[in-house]
């Protein structure tokens, strides 16, 4: 397998023939969900996150607006909820959406943190809402694959509950009815075609027993951060993944491995394990991550070449799985190396990525793509393009609930108005900046508003 991490490998780039194939989600309409109806009774027990209304006169219940009053709801019922319940349907989520077990893994992780600390005399109440929102991110990024569109319900879920009252002293006794939260019908409806898919053609853990335990183990040293003990148990797999001849498993261990190299910046390994990984396997979402790591990496690297290379080719798979959200980062990562050059076809590829970017939900996303305009704008010296493109990524990070990147382009459009000599709209862009920032832990970028702002007063 060569993973010795003395050894040194430089692979030629792969190059794709077909750069500007990129296939677009065609279809905009968005998925009427229906809301399912059960009966329960004062003795229903939490089965993930179903979230249902009780009618206090009968034993049935009526639907709930999702996701968007989901807090409005809430806010008129018993607010007191135990974090028992929360964790509970954690688990059973993960289990009702056909999770596959490297990821429950993931999730396991998180939890398991947050149950360490719910059995203190004092939990650490920002510590477990931090491991909530991690752990609802993993499940809300398996959903949105199985689906091909951003979901955010388990976020959205989380987002709901920290507005309530959190009993954070374990208590499996205490179950509040009112805070279960339904999932997208489609999520459930499609588990088993999604899971005898992913059996035929993109097995996400191995099939074979021996082999599938030898994967986990690999995959929770990875977890630890013991990256010795993780390639020497990943080598293990391979070697059983080799003898049963499963090439996808194959595939799936040098990603990984891959991952690890590049964690620690062995970068020739991390290369020479990705490329193994394109190798072994026709899954188009694989090819699309070992790609994209393989850009990153020449990217950082500054080899321009391969990196737009291996971009394009993310594309092109990305396209093939219809993943909207990897195509448009990637365009824009062309699009920057091109800024970078003063190379005025970035702009071509920043059109390309902030439409793809439309057709998402992902705020981020589109706030990346805004952002990166605005500062090749900037750099092309069109400071009137580039406030517009500022205000936009504004727009969208605070949709997406980022305050430091609303704070950093506050600060980036102050500093235009600067340029112009117009103290007062810097003032007023700087003030906003510091608000934003205040809410983050990042103190450089607190210092750095602050004296700008010193200087116009």
Do not use: C
Request: charged share 30%; net charge negative.
């Amino acid at each position: 397998m060569g993973l010795n991490l003395n050894s040194i490998y430089q692979r030629p780039y792969f190059v794709q023939d077909k750069r500007y194939r990129i296939k677009k989600d065609e279809d905009n309409a968005k998925t009427n969900t229906q809301e399912q109806t059960s009966q329960t009774n004062e003795n229903t027990k939490s089965k993930g996150l179903q979230y249902v209304e009780y009618n206090n006169q009968t034993t049935s219940h009526q639907p709930v607006p999702y996701p968007n009053e989901v807090a409005t709801a809430l806010a008129q019922r018993n607010p007191n909820i135990n974090i028992a319940q929360i964790l509970k349907d954690f688990k059973n989520t993960a289990i009702a959406i056909g999770t596959p077990e490297d990821l429950k893994e993931e999730v396991g992780g998180y939890l398991a943190l947050i149950e360490k600390q719910v059995t203190k005399e004092t939990p650490n109440s920002k510590l477990i809402k931090s491991n909530l929102k991690n752990a609802a991110s993993i499940l809300d990024n398996y959903i949105s694959a199985t689906l091909n569109k951003d979901s955010k319900v388990v976020e959205n879920w989380v987002d709901a509950l920290f507005l309530q009252q959190i009993d954070f002293k374990y208590d499996e006794n205490d179950v509040n009815p009112q805070f279960l939260v339904k999932f997208p019908e489609e999520t459930l409806n499609r588990k088993d075609k999604i899971q005898e898919e992913t059996k035929e053609t993109n097995p996400l853990i191995p099939q074979d027993s021996e082999l599938k335990k030898l994967f986990i183990k690999a995959k929770k040293m990875s977890y630890a951060n013991k990256p010795k003990e993780a390639i020497e148990a990943f080598q293990t797999a391979l070697n059983r993944a080799t003898e049963i001849e499963d090439t996808e498993t194959q595939s799936k261990i040098f990603l990984e491995v891959g991952k690890i190299y590049d964690d620690y910046d062995y970068l020739a390994q991390a290369l020479k394990s990705y490329n193994k990984s394109i190798q072994k396997t026709k899954d188009y979402n694989i090819k699309t991550r070992a790609h994209y790591s393989m850009a990153e990496i020449y990217n950082d690297v500054n080899q321009v070449d391969p990196a737009i290379d291996h971009y394009f080719s993310t594309v092109s798979y990305a396209g093939e799985v219809e993943n909207l959200a990897v195509q448009s980062t990637s365009l824009t990562k062309i699009a920057n190396i091109y800024s970078d050059m003063y190379e005025k076809e970035a702009f071509n590829y920043y059109e390309t990525a902030d439409s793809i970017a439309e057709e998402t939900d992902n705020a981020k996303i589109k706030g990346y793509v805004s952002a990166s305009l605005g500062d090749a704008y900037d750099r092309f010296g069109d400071s009137p393009e580039a406030l517009k493109a500022y205000s936009k990524a504004v727009k969208n990070y605070i949709d997406a609930d980022s305050p430091q990147k609303v704070a950093k382009y506050y600060l980036n459009a102050a500093e235009i108005m600067l340029d112009y000599k117009n103290d007062y709209k810097a003032k007023s862009l700087l003030e906003k900046a510091a608000k934003y920032a205040q809410k983050t832990e990042d103190a450089n970028l607190l210092t750095e508003i602050h004296n700008t702002l010193l200087g116009i007063l």
